[in-house]
């Protein structure tokens, strides 16, 4: 037992105790006479006091070789503060110390362990260690242990049951590349870590364990951009003999649970929303609505005129900035000069302020009536004072940079608060997506999703007009979860191998024990992944993976701490009947 | 929905309800006349009836079509049984059936979905999805999410934080060998897959997460024995300001609310034997405490006749067999067959019939008088009616035979009672083990292990001597978890390097990282690791791991079901910068 208590506990209650603590140096002060330490640990920090008074001269001697984040461990009295600090929890005592012992030293740290500290992220993730005794890095862990221990209650309360699925498993070739593991037992062949247990939760289901999830990491070898992880961590779920409905009515229950344990806010339900719908009014399958700036389609009242550019586009289309008629002209060109970067693609942007006079300006005046933009204003729902901004081109295009309009408009405007919480159910999604590039079609969610009852044989004549029940779970403009029905027989499963480009040998090959196991009884089965690295870091109000993650990856997919990948040992090599490539 | 209830759970309750159930032919018995289906799912089994003055014709025709392992979704009445069944939780009704869907046929399984099943080993792998459907299977893997929550809710109330650590690290030589991960953006380079987060645990003790848990997979890829695999799953666990008191306090307390929870079995403490105690009075590390038969060491009697093969050996040990005495010859010769097996290695065995009238009769009685073998009675603890055994030979080898023996004989005798659970601490390991082949001294639990205060001169001049305050948890005489106080300045983990005959150099590479962490305030700290695939298994009464996890792999480390590992793709290969080698 090195401490009868932690450095967070300690009130008036305990004063006259005598108590015991260890921690680290958070903050040495020595006024000579007196010298006083901040203790830290996992818990809090408490005040510890040494004075000429009532303190040896070589306790206090000890006390002053003590730096910042030195280990220590001391025996003391609790008394009561002279100057108390109502800010912090043990504000109101302190520890007089009467034993005293170095338990480790401590280098000066690479940055300060304070709440802003003045590392860069690359010093912070190579002494990651020490980041992690920061307040702010160290409660996202902590939260993030609490979270999952929720939604293991919340599942387990309803009769899942937790299994394992093996991390060695095969490669397909679809969806994004595969981690890859040399044998060495099976000279020239390859395990695969999983991009997800997608087909062994399913089998599972043809094994009759009709409800399951697991909380698992994932891998994929993709070309990492910001805030991706070549491991990252789902909540994985699937059910046997459900619809969409009871899915919908099962998960939105635990995003309800997770709000109201975690946050204390009681939503009834979670608003859905269809796919078309979605991208219609939002421009994005995963539209933040924390805040409204809905979409208004203007093609109708908007091509009538001689502006030809407008006429010439396949959607006009626009929202209102609430009280935007207040910006600038230099802040307009910023916004116009915004949609245009390269990252966003927008070619220009149309304007009309709605004055409180309930006149209109506008940059397209000269091809524009008042009337003409009164009705703009009436189907953007643009009222007096606020600002109406127009984007044109290919629909699907528009709509994507008029979405990122809407998002930077609303994070400029503190629309996105953190602190509110508005989940959303998108619905019926496509079933399969187009390549641009390739003009092939692709599952949009994946190979093993049913397409909607009926709609078969559509799939033959009108491919992207296929619709599935497959579902997006959205938190305030992030996609949390999503998932489907599945597929469950091996004439169908044929089928859509088939329109996806695999020969029957592939299909075979690589999902035969699928196809197989559907032979054998298998039920009609659905089910839902969560991304728990975002579910985390959007319940804990911030964007941001990284830090919900003990050891995450920079964007080489590299370990700085540890230094990984590294090369190998030949000898290893040669085991795994390997050379590497010259 | 596809079931208002599931096939658990009718009872005379609803008698008259109208039900839905879901699930899997579990049986057909047809009469002509009257039709009965077992219907069966996770949760039991519900007997439908379909009879000719009740059910119409075209039902009764469709009834007859399904076969086993069919899906079928029936609609009925909750009807009371003529013969009931009282074995069976729904056996006083069954379901008079209305309506009725095939939801999916099933070919003819390949062995029988029953408790005792027709399939060998290699088919019941094939076609796991099927095994899984029998209840032994399922019910181990409902068992094992079971105690994997008792877990989680042990620790978690015990303030641990479950923290995920990466599956993507760097290859250390150190122990067993790595399965690597080729690196495609940094080539040339591998990660490895954690044989487990020992490093990281300390980092996060380092980072002051003092109390830390995490239900893991880690991965070994070495030559498997039965009942290894090359993925297991750990319950990894570390504290930071603690001394051994403290882990063995938290964890046997674990050990023992799983015991509570799981049997409703209430033991006050685990009792706790020194390594070398253990070694000497069972020949074993890990001994079975749920019977005696102790060895006793019989070199002070048994070497002063003229018996060469005792007075040459280096121990002379025997146990008491219980009951023994009434053995026949060709029974005592089977035990004699059994010890000189190669797998054992005993050169041969010396037995003492202890008669009933307090006469001994030897196979060495040429050698020793009654009245020698009457000591040898009293140190082993024979009473009349037992059997002595005795081995001879080099202390450790025929330690080894002999406890060898004694786990044969109490299976033998039905000593180890599967209700029955007796959880052992053994203490004080040895920190060094000498590689008997190379000479060289290795790290015997791992090279992270602290000599026990005040030892560390003993490793330059006698470092078999040295012990750690290194434990490991016995349950039922296997080792289910194991742990240690761990090393936490630079130092020391530098000497220990150093012993372990690591070059500075080398220890730079690999652990670098960890000892510059113990220069920035490194707390004392220690943890253990339970093995959960065998925790499970053995709470679960059972010796073998596989049937505990969902879809292992078999003894060359493949995945029969989905023919893993498998060749991958010549340009995946080329990303890789790899090749085979010819």
Not at 237 to 248: G, P, R, Y
Request: aromatic fraction near 10%.
């Amino acid at each position: 037992m090195y401490r009868t208590h932690t450095c967070g506990e300690l009130t008036e209650t305990q004063i006259g105790q005598n108590v015991q603590l260890a921690g680290w140096v958070q903050k040495v002060r020595d006024k000579g006479f007196v010298i006083w330490i901040d203790l830290r640990d996992r818990y809090g920090i408490t005040q510890l006091v040494f004075d000429q008074d009532r303190t040896s001269e070589s306790l206090l001697e000890k006390a002053r070789e003590a730096g910042r984040e030195f280990v220590l461990q001391v025996r003391g009295e609790v008394i009561e503060r002279a100057s108390k600090n109502p800010k912090m929890p043990t504000g109101n005592i302190e520890v007089l110390v009467s034993e005293f012992t170095v338990l480790n030293a401590s280098h000066t740290p690479p940055f300060t362990i304070e709440d802003a500290t003045d590392g860069g992220e690359e010093l912070r993730m190579k002494y990651r260690y020490l980041d992690i005794r920061r307040t702010p890095v160290k409660n996202n862990l902590i939260f993030r242990s609490r979270v999952t221990m929720e939604v293991r209650n919340y599942l387990a309360g309803k009769g899942f049951i937790e299994v394992e699925t093996p991390y060695l498993i095969k490669s397909t070739p679809e969806g994004a590349r595969d981690f890859v593991v040399p044998s060495r037992m099976n000279e020239g062949e390859f395990y695969a870590l999983p991009q997800s247990p997608q087909t062994f939760k399913q089998l599972l289901m043809v094994g009759g364990m009709d409800k399951y999830f697991q909380i698992v990491k994932c891998f994929r070898d993709e070309d990492l951009r910001a805030d991706r992880q070549p491991e990252f961590t789902q909540i994985d779920c699937e059910m046997a003999f459900v619809e969409q409905e009871d899915i919908l009515d099962t998960f939105g229950g635990l995003t309800l649970h997770l709000l109201e344990e975690i946050h204390g806010i009681r939503l009834e339900e979670i608003p859905r929303m269809t796919y078309d719908e979605a991208v219609k009014r939002y421009g994005s399958d995963k539209p933040d609505i924390r805040f409204g700036m809905e979409f208004g389609e203007l093609n109708a009242v908007a091509q009538q005129g001689s502006f030809k550019i407008f006429n010439e586009a396949e959607l006009v289309v626009g929202l209102a900035v609430p009280g935007g008629n207040s910006y600038s002209r230099k802040q307009i060109d910023a916004l116009t000069d915004w949609v245009r970067r390269p990252q966003v693609g927008a070619s220009g942007m149309v304007y009309v302020r709605c004055n409180e006079d309930g006149t209109f300006k506008s940059s397209v005046d000269k091809f524009y009536t008042a009337e003409d933009l009164s009705k703009w204003a009436e189907i953007t729902g643009a009222e007096k004072g606020d600002l109406i901004l127009v984007l044109s081109g290919e629909t699907h295009a528009v709509r994507t940079q008029l979405s990122m309009l809407r998002m930077e408009l609303a994070q400029q405007l503190g629309l996105r608060k953190p602190g509110e919480f508005a989940p959303l159910w998108v619905l019926d999604f496509p079933l399969l997506e187009k390549d641009e590039e390739t003009g092939r079609f692709h599952a949009m969610h994946h190979p093993f999703t049913a397409p909607k009852p009926g709609q078969m044989e559509l799939l033959d004549t009108d491919p992207a007009a296929v619709r599935a029940n497959a579902y997006d779970l959205v938190l305030n403009g992030n996609e949390i979860g999503g998932g489907s029905i599945r597929i469950h027989d091996r004439t169908t499963q044929e089928i859509m191998f088939r329109h996806l480009g695999f020969s029957p040998e592939e299909a075979r090959k690589q999902f035969g024990f699928l196809m197989d196991a559907f032979q054998y009884g298998a039920p009609p089965h659905g089910g839902i992944a969560f991304g728990l690295d975002r579910l985390v870091a959007i319940l804990g109000g911030q964007e941001s993976i990284r830090d919900f993650i003990a050891f995450p990856k920079n964007n080489s997919g590299r370990d700085v701490m540890i230094d990984a990948p590294a090369s190998i040992a030949s000898d290893q090599l040669d085991e795994l009947h390997l050379q590497l490539k010259k």
